[in-house]
């Protein structure tokens, strides 16, 4: 009996080491893309009522995108975050990881979708549904582009 508790043990052991090795892996390759020098940037700012929205979009080499936004709601904390994603067509899809406030203990990632038309892109709403702790667009439901509160803008990109 102690034998078999010591076998199982042992197995975890090895399941766990394995685990551990692949997240490594997407870490090193998370790191890699963080690294690699955007071919062109861009900066948009998008604004509606009282809330802004600024975008700085990165172009890599591969054709993945890659950013910072910072989205100001009026009444409501700051949200600053990265997005990563990639153009199918002439649509952005993105997932806009982000922190809420001064709480940088929580972050939180949402599906995005931002249609361009010219040197405009177009903040997209459409139905998300969460599983396992993940947030996507439904499939099969389409993505609004005419009935939206931001359309960004082309503006002179500024280091902070």
């Given amino acids: ?7 199982c043990l042992l197995l975890a052991c ?14 090193g390759k998370a790191t890699q893309v963080q690294g690699e020098k955007p ?7 998008a604004l ?17 995108i890659t950013g910072d936004m910072v989205m100001k709601f009026f009444n409501m904390p700051k ?16 997932s806009y990881t982000f922190i809420q406030g ?16 010219g040197n405009e ?5 459409g139905k998300i ?3 396992m702790g993940a947030s996507y667009f439904v499939k099969g439901e389409p993505i609004d582009f005419e009935r939206v509160k931001f359309k960004f803008t082309t503006v002179d990109c500024v280091d902070k």
């Fill in 39 to 45: 071919i062109s940037v861009h900066c948009y700012k």
């Fill in 79 to 94: 949200k600053v975050g990265k997005i990563a994603g990639e153009f199918r067509g002439d649509t952005l899809f993105a």
């Fill in 121 to 125: 892109l177009i903040l997209g709403n």
């Fill in 1 to 7: 009996m102690k034998n078999l508790a010591l076998f």
């Fill in 48 to 64: 509606y009522k009282q809330d802004t929205l600024e975008l700085k979009m990165n172009t890599l080499k591969n054709g993945k």
């Fill in 14 to 27: 090895i399941g766990f080491q394995s685990c551990n090795k692949n997240q490594n892996q997407k870490v």
């Fill in 102 to 117: 001064t709480n940088d203990k929580i972050t939180y990632k949402n599906p995005m979708a931002f249609l361009k038309r």
């Fill in 129 to 131: 549904e969460n599983s």
